[in-house]
């Protein structure tokens, strides 16, 4: 069996991480399979190459391959901040209707982290893809289009606000929110998990993400009721489904990680959240990822593209690795997905990583982002 991969190499340590895991995922594959399968990888352009190469940062060829695919995985892309182009992940996500982000946050032996008992997390965060804040509705202060919108809600709803004000729209549908919650029911209920909780922010924002809470509550109760219960009729044998308020949630998963399983939330929270639970199991240099549709699965490094080590062979190819992993696990091919983990977790036992994970580790030898996919592969 053959799987063709399109690829995007991505900015900044994209190239370097790249070339470290590449040889790792098919290596893996190999190892437990030969020739029986194979991964078959074909580059589209984004980003900056794409920009160098073609004259514009996401051409139409990478989408129109990407609206066929099955399969895709990509480095880190680079977004500027307060202003130039939108973000091209979130073009990527909006344009290829890649609602469900889905992150597994999982602890390796042997690296110190921020907290006591990094062990007790094993959660995996569903987070809305397409809507909320990342739907990219907004205006800069004092432009035509934030002075229109101002003026409609002063005169037609008596909302005071300043003329000052920059806008931003927070659109959540029910359509939106109950596929995402859907996906992570399944997902909880396939893979025996005790829980999934609900988190928003709904005690302030009562008509979208408290909306969101009760529309994965009817989710649940109209279409999973023989599967699922809720904390008040708790049920033996059933998938318990619950909610917590976003800031309450950052204070759970530090104080009672074991009670938390499964995550459904918009997407803000679920950015946030992902990204303060990777840091509790080493970082985001360990995090996979994947954005969803109900045709395409697209892998991501879940870091950034820092510019400022790329090129010095020192960056951390692991979370590129681990998503290969759980590209494999997408495929079935679980063998040759736990065979990555496995090496994973040899090299951090031997405490021979990248910088910043050795900067987490006593006793650890620093190693460069080639030679840490190097050690990984030969322990596969």
């Not at 799987?3 to 995007?8: A, E, F, Q, R, T």
Request: with cysteine; proline share 5%; glycine share 8%.
């Amino acid at each position: 069996m053959q799987k063709k991969v399109y690829w995007i190499e991505g900015d900044g340590i994209g190239a370097e991480v790249w070339k470290a895991a590449r040889p790792v995922i098919d290596a893996a594959v190999a190892k437990e399979y030969g020739v029986e399968h194979s991964l078959v990888w074909e580059e589209l352009l984004a980003g900056e190459k794409a920009q160098r190469e073609t004259g514009s940062p996401l051409p139409e060829l990478t989408l129109e391959k990407l609206r066929t695919a099955e399969l895709a995985m990509k480095g880190p892309l680079g977004t500027p901040v307060g202003s130039g182009m939108r973000s091209l992940n979130v073009a990527l996500r909006q344009t290829l209707d890649l609602y469900a982000c889905i992150r597994p946050i999982q602890y390796f032996e042997g690296l110190e982290t921020p907290v006591k008992h990094p062990e007790k997390i094993n959660m995996v965060i569903f987070r809305e893809n397409t809507e909320d804040v990342y739907a990219g509705i907004e205006y800069a202060a004092q432009t035509p289009e934030a002075q229109k919108i101002i003026s409609m809600l002063r005169d037609s709803f008596g909302v005071n606000l300043s003329d000052a004000a920059a806008i931003g729209i927070k659109p959540m549908t029910e359509h939106g929110s109950k596929r995402l919650v859907r996906r992570a029911l399944r997902f909880a209920i396939a893979q025996k998990f005790p829980s999934l909780t609900l988190v928003h922010k709904g005690n302030i924002m009562k008509y979208t993400e408290g909306a969101f809470r009760q529309w994965g509550y009817d989710v649940a109760q109209q279409e999973f009721s023989d599967l699922t219960c809720t904390e008040k009729d708790m049920l033996p044998g059933r998938l318990v489904v619950k909610d917590r308020i976003a800031d309450a949630m950052f204070q759970e998963a530090l104080l009672h990680p074991a009670s938390y399983h499964v995550i459904a939330t918009p997407n803000l929270n679920g950015d946030y959240l992902s990204d303060a639970l990777a840091a509790q199991v080493g970082g985001l240099g360990l995090a996979p990822g994947v954005n969803m549709s109900d045709e395409l699965a697209f892998f991501e490094a879940t870091h950034g593209t820092a510019p400022t080590i790329a090129g010095q062979d020192k960056a951390n190819p692991g979370s590129l690795i681990l998503c290969g992993a759980l590209m494999l696990d997408h495929l079935g091919w679980h063998p040759a997905a736990e065979r990555i983990r496995k090496a994973m977790q040899k090299a951090i036992a031997d405490k021979s990583v990248t910088v910043d994970l050795a900067g987490q580790m006593a006793g650890a030898r620093t190693v460069g982002c080639t030679a840490f996919g190097d050690i990984i592969g030969a322990a596969l």
